[in-house]
Every structure is written in C-alpha cells, then in structure tokens.
C-alpha cells in the first residue's frame, strides 16, 4: 500500500471500507475508457485499480496501517450491503382470482431512464473546458510531506473537455416511462409485497439501480370475502332441498365444487370445506371455504308442483308422529274438539 493511495481514492487515510467502495465506484464510473473518451481515462482508471487493489491487499480498510488484531483469529468479513439509487414503491391491484391463481401484470410507470439525445453519456453539442476546482486549474494539489502531487480528479490535466448534454444537463438521465411485465406468484394477500431487483430509480456514479416494490391491493368481490385464508360466501338454497338432502354445487374461486347436503331443518346452516379457500403460500396452509346457506321457500307454485306438494303432504300424514312431531302432538292434545260433531236432540 502506497500512502498516495487514499489520495487516488479522494480519501482521507484509514477510512471505513464502504466509503473505499463507494469511492472507487464513483472513480471508476467517471473514468473507465467505455465511458469516458478522454485519452487519459485509460491510465487513469488503471491507478484508481490498482490503488483500491493495494489497500484490500494491505488490508487496510476499516483497520489501522499496523493492522489492527495481530495474531488474533480473523474473522470473516461481512458482505456489505451494495450502495443504491432511490427504490420506488408502488401499488399492484388485483382481482380475488388473480391473486388466489397468480398471473402476469404489465406495470406502466415513470422511472429515471437513459437520455434519449445524449444516449445517457450526458455529453452532447460543442465541446468546451472549464477548470479543475479540486486543483484550481494548476494539476497539482498539495500533498502532505511529499509536497505537491498531481490532482485525482483532473488527472493532473488542471482542467476538463465537457460537451454538456443541453437536454439533461450533462446528467445523462430524463424520466420516463417504463412497461414492465410482472409475474405474480399465487396466494398473495393484501399488504404482501413484491421486491423487483434493480426495476428502481437507475443507476447513478455513486449507486446500484434502485428496487421497485409493489404492494399487493385487492379489489373487492361481489361474491367472495375473504377472512385470513378462509373464503366466505352465503347463498339461497331451497327449503325443499333442505329437508330432503341432495347434491348441491358451492361456488369457489377455481369454479363449482360439489357437495353432499344431508337432510334437516330449513334453517341458515354452514358448509366448510377444509382447504378448499384462498391458496396457502409460503409455509401458511390454504384457507377453508366457508359457505352460508339460507333457505328460501317457493313463493308460486302451478298446478303441476302445487300436486306434487299435495302428495307429499299427504305421505307425510302416514307417520305425522315422526314426520311432523309438533302436528301430531297439537292433534293428540285437541282430539276432543276435532271429533265428527254429534247429532243434537230436541
């Protein structure tokens, strides 16, 4: 390690190791020659290398030049977190069906992009030079005991060649619109977020692309509520149905599923099917489909069912006791005044 090579870095000596990175980030964005078409850049971006090399090498960063721990067992070093542009979060909205199913989403929307005209080298137009500010146009910057040294940002050149982009001011970027086709992986519920690595705000000298975020909004169902995973629904059922049991179709989000209704009472009743609701997703279980059946009684009968009932009824009178518990016993209580009435003497 050379004690010039904070200096290359723009660095005061012993900074932490995210500010080296950071640094020769920004270094090597502004000067690697498929960037930069200065002369110098290749030479230049060769000395900001070597430099960051020197000082992982020396193991410099985040340490004392004595090396800090000698002797100790070393620890391995953690990976740090890479330095990024702003991240964007928006909303995703999506049908009960869409989410329970997954699907695919093309998200429209305003994200920093390439400038069209510079083709986001931010130089464009005439060509002019403006002074160094680090150096003040001299090259040269002063160097500590080894008195004065060429300046790292102009190169020693004391000045820049500049061709300013006149539509993005030499920043290269201009917002704009972006479609993105999104893949919705399914079971995901209200609040649940999605991460799209680098779909941010773009990349700048100093930071990585941003994320976009996209929280997960549901739309209301004419049908369906949901309650966790359970999907909840009420529908009509005959009264008729009720009493004698039969098949019946529950609607579900992946279409009817067919159900065995047992005899009872034309009562509101509850019909769960165990995991047959909202679809389970990472290591939570599929809801249960919960529908509430209310009986409804016919309102018009014609001839035809209005006999059919007739004969039904009158079956019924054959074992009133068990078919009809509570007409039996008002029957048996009452039998005195529904005798055939007796013939009255004069």
Not at 37 to 63: K, M, S
Not at 136 to 160: E, K, M, N, T, V
Not at 257 to 279: D, K, S, Y
Request: with cysteine; hydrophobic share 40%; proline share 6%.
């Amino acid at each position: 390690m050379k004690q010039g090579d904070w200096g290359l870095l723009g660095l005061a000596p012993g900074a932490d190791k995210a500010a080296v990175k950071r640094a020769y980030r920004r270094l090597a964005m502004r000067w690697h020659p498929d960037r930069n078409a200065d002369p110098a850049a290749t030479e230049r971006f060769r000395e900001i290398r070597a430099a960051y090399d020197r000082l992982l090498e020396a193991g410099a960063l985040g340490e004392d030049e004595a090396g800090a721990g000698a002797g100790a067992e070393a620890a391995a070093p953690a990976k740090p977190e890479p330095v990024r542009a702003a991240h964007i979060r928006l909303n995703l909205e999506l049908s009960l069906e869409e989410a329970a199913a997954g699907c695919h989403k093309t998200l429209v929307y305003v994200r920093g992009k390439h400038c069209s005209t510079c083709a986001g080298s931010g130089e464009a137009g005439i060509a002019r030079s403006r002074f160094c500010s680090a150096c003040h146009g001299s090259g040269r910057i002063g160097g500590g005991r080894q008195g004065l040294a060429r300046c790292p940002d102009c190169g020693g050149r004391g000045f820049f060649s500049e061709r300013l982009c006149p539509d993005c001011g030499g920043s290269g970027r201009e917002a704009g619109e972006v479609s993105l086709k999104v893949r919705v992986p399914p079971g995901m519920l209200a609040g649940d977020e999605l991460r799209l690595a680098g779909q941010g705000e773009m990349a700048t000298e100093e930071a990585a692309d941003g994320d976009l975020y996209l929280t997960i909004v549901l739309r209301g169902h004419p049908l369906f509520r949901l309650a966790g995973r359970d999907l909840h629904a009420a529908m009509p059922v005959s009264a008729l149905l009720m009493l004698a049991g039969g098949d019946i179709a529950l609607p579900s989000l992946t279409g009817l599923v067919r159900h065995r209704l047992e005899p009872g009472l034309p009562e509101m009743r509850e019909i769960r099917l165990a995991g047959r609701g909202f679809p389970g997703r990472g290591g939570n279980p599929a809801g249960d489909l919960c529908c509430e059946l209310r009986p409804v009684f016919p309102r018009k009968l014609n001839a035809r069912q209005r006999k059919l009932l007739s004969e039904a009824d009158a079956a019924l009178e054959h074992d009133l006791a068990e078919s009809l518990p509570e007409i039996a016993a008002w029957r048996q209580e009452n039998q005195a005044f529904l005798s055939p009435a007796k013939g009255h003497s004069r």
